[in-house]
């Protein structure tokens, strides 16, 4: 597995494993898909506070106390921010739910804290006294944030001190308004529009990693595109470049994602072994130019 650079403050896997289905599975698929995980080189565990409503992260820290020593080979990452249906980056709210995250994780500290998705309400000053906290107590090493837009970024980094070197947005394939709308500049298609406020061009001007969630989903967790008949032609053109490099489609959909040179973090939700040591492989294959794009072209974009 190759190791990404993050923001020149830590390396990690290309392909991390997302912790959000993890909740309520038994100990025995718990171990197999995180021996997988470890065996393939995944050394990067993504978690939130409310996947499976906590019970994801109580999960993941029953599985490293049956594995002592295994937390220091890893990076652990978690979220905050989303509670009772609002958003909520008050101080208060931030430093109980690591807490509570810390308390389900078994854990002294976590390596990365994101804020979830952006708190409309937020006070740039309040973000900033919790994230000191965090780091002088040495619960939090790093920071970062998730579905934000690149002045949300801005809007936090006038008062926080920590680099914020991470953001986790959705992008696949099928879900590719990240290169779509800089691919349509100025035209007047529905390509055109953008959604993100050019977050890819800023990450790689700012040197911030993008982890993509929902790799292999189409819409907002409609399905997996993936043998899916809603798309022949993407799982046609998957297979055919998949058998030139010894992929599955789910591999190539996946090489397709850690081919942009914006050297984006692949968070995969996968339970199943088989399929994440499909993911894993990617990351050795580079995909052609030619390939890449009609890959995109096969998921149904066009280009003006
Ligand atoms: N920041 C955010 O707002 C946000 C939002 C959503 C997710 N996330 C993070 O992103 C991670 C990934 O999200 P996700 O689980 O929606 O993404 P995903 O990897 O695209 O989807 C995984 C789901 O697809 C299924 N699937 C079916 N066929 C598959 C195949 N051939 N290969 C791989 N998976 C297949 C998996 O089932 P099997 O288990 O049977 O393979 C699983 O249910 C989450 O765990 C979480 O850490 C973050």
Avoid at 269 to 288: R, W, Y
Wanted: hydrophobic share 40%.
């Amino acid at each position: 597995m190759k190791n990404i650079n993050m923001g020149n403050k830590m390396e990690a896997s290309a392909v991390a494993l997302g912790c959000m289905r993890m909740g309520g599975l038994e100990e025995k698929r718990v171990d197999a898909i995180m021996d997988t995980a470890i065996e393939n080189g995944i050394n990067f565990f993504d978690h939130a506070d409310i996947y499976g409503g906590g019970n994801a992260e109580v999960v993941f820290g029953a599985y490293l106390k049956r594995h002592p020593g295994i937390r220091e080979k890893m990076t652990i990452q978690t979220k905050c921010a989303i509670h009772d249906g609002q958003f909520d980056f008050s101080k208060e709210h931030i430093l109980k739910s690591v807490d509570g995250s810390l308390s389900r994780l078994g854990l002294d500290y976590v390596d990365v804290l994101l804020l979830h998705r952006p708190d409309t309400l937020m006070e740039p000053e309040e973000v900033a006294e919790a994230f000191d906290i965090l780091e002088s107590s040495g619960k939090v090493k790093y920071f970062g944030v998730s579905n934000h837009n690149m002045m949300q970024m801005e809007l936090l980094k006038t008062a926080v001190k920590q680099p914020l070197f991470i953001n986790q947005l959705q992008f696949s394939v099928t879900e590719a308004g990240l290169v779509t709308s800089g691919m349509n500049v100025n035209m007047k298609n529905a390509e055109s529009v953008m959604h993100d406020g050019s977050f890819l061009e800023y990450s790689r001007i700012k040197n911030i990693t993008i982890q993509t969630w929902s790799p292999f989903q189409y819409g907002f967790f409609e399905g997996n595109f993936v043998d899916n008949e809603k798309f022949p032609v993407l799982n046609a053109k998957l297979s055919e470049i998949g058998e030139k490099h010894g992929l599955s489609k789910t591999g190539v959909a996946a090489a397709w994602i850690l081919r942009h040179p914006a050297n984006m973090q692949l968070i995969a939700g996968t339970m199943n072994p088989e399929h994440l040591a499909d993911i894993c492989k990617a990351a050795e294959v580079t995909l052609s130019r030619s390939e890449w794009y009609e890959i995109y072209r096969a998921a149904g974009h066009t280009l003006p």
